[in-house]
């Protein structure tokens, strides 16, 4: 199955439709009236798109095991045709098409079985989705027309000892999301050098300022130290969304001092250093925090 570790547990909605063809009003007329021999209709398809939803992972390979949180499936009749409705929800890390789409599927296979016995043309057709919501796939937020700064923040780098990975796996996170990189520097772990580069970044115009590295407990680690002076709002939630993601996949990200807020117009947002942490950190604030730039925006008009 596709990896889906990485990603973020949401609110994710789907629904699809099927269409049974019948071949005679009698057919409708019996379905309508209870007189199918074999029993209710849409009572017992309805209870076999129930468990279809929950039971898709054990059919379809490359479905995921998840929580179908709701569950409405809906008969519509027009003419000679039946259209089925099935609607599914989940907050989970992947989406529910797919069990929309087994759920239609197997209530009309089950009105099939049904009818057959007095309707020897009944058809199963155009088993589509109708909608799907949720998940990074379903945001509107870009950074087109964002530029940004990615600032790493590590004595041992500064100095050659060691590689950047960290601030270069912002950069691929950012560029995903079309935000342009306006610059790109290692400085050594010192406070001024810190708040130097900060007030130069946003003085040039900088809307986004990303740092990584400093945030631990070492004695060298000053990055929050030297960030939060500068912030005319912090915004906690960045943080504890950060922190938030990183625990469920490693127990010592409580201890990481990552923080956020804005100066002026500029969101700055200080990461863990590690690589892992900085991609992670990423993958759990964007694209959402994106939409700052609307608010921002929508505020100055």
């Known amino acids: 199955m596709v990896n889906i570790t990485h990603k973020n547990s949401t609110l994710r909605k789907a629904v699809a439709e099927a269409v049974v063809s019948v071949s005679t009003q009698e057919t409708i007329d019996a379905i309508v009236n209870h007189k199918v021999p074999k029993g209710n209709v849409f009572e017992m398809s309805k209870t076999a798109g129930l468990f279809a939803a929950k039971k898709t992972s054990d059919v379809i390979p490359d479905c995921h095991p998840l929580p179908i949180e709701y569950t409405s499936i809906q008969f519509e009749i027009r003419n000679l045709d039946i259209h089925v409705t099935s609607e599914i929800h989940t907050i989970y890390k992947t989406g529910v098409e797919v069990e929309a789409m087994h759920s239609a599927s197997v209530v009309a296979l089950t009105m099939y079985d049904m009818l057959k016995p007095i309707d020897k043309n009944i058809e199963i057709k155009n088993i589509r989705l109708l909608e799907k919501k949720g998940g990074k796939s379903d945001s509107k937020d870009s950074g087109e027309g964002i530029g940004a700064s990615v600032i790493v923040c590590s004595d041992s780098i500064f100095a050659g000892k060691k590689e950047d990975k960290a601030g270069k796996a912002i950069i691929t996170a950012l560029e995903k999301h079309n935000v342009a990189i306006n610059d790109y520097v290692i400085i050594p772990d010192e406070v001024m050098e810190i708040?130097?580069?900060?007030?130069?970044?946003?003085?040039?115009?900088?809307?986004?300022?990303?740092?990584?590295?400093?945030?631990?407990?070492?004695?060298?680690?000053?990055?929050?130290?030297?960030?939060?002076?500068?912030?005319?709002?912090?915004?906690?939630?960045?943080?504890?969304?950060?922190?938030?993601?990183?625990?469920?996949?490693?127990?010592?990200?409580?201890?990481?001092?990552?923080?956020?807020?804005?100066?002026?117009?500029?969101?700055?947002?200080?990461?863990?250093?590690?690589?892992?942490?900085?991609?992670?950190?990423?993958d759990a604030i964007f694209p959402g925090i994106l939409h700052i730039y609307k608010i921002v925006a929508g505020a100055q008009h």
Do not use: H, N, W
């Open 195 to 282: 708040q130097e580069k900060i007030k130069s970044d946003v003085s040039q115009g900088i809307k986004l300022i990303m740092i990584t590295g400093g945030t631990g407990l070492s004695k060298r680690d000053v990055t929050p130290e030297a960030v939060r002076p500068l912030l005319e709002r912090e915004i906690p939630g960045i943080a504890e969304a950060i922190r938030s993601y990183g625990q469920l996949r490693t127990p010592y990200s409580m201890l990481s001092r990552s923080l956020a807020g804005m100066i002026g117009d500029t969101l700055v947002i200080a990461l863990p250093g590690s690589t892992k942490g900085a991609e992670e950190s990423m």
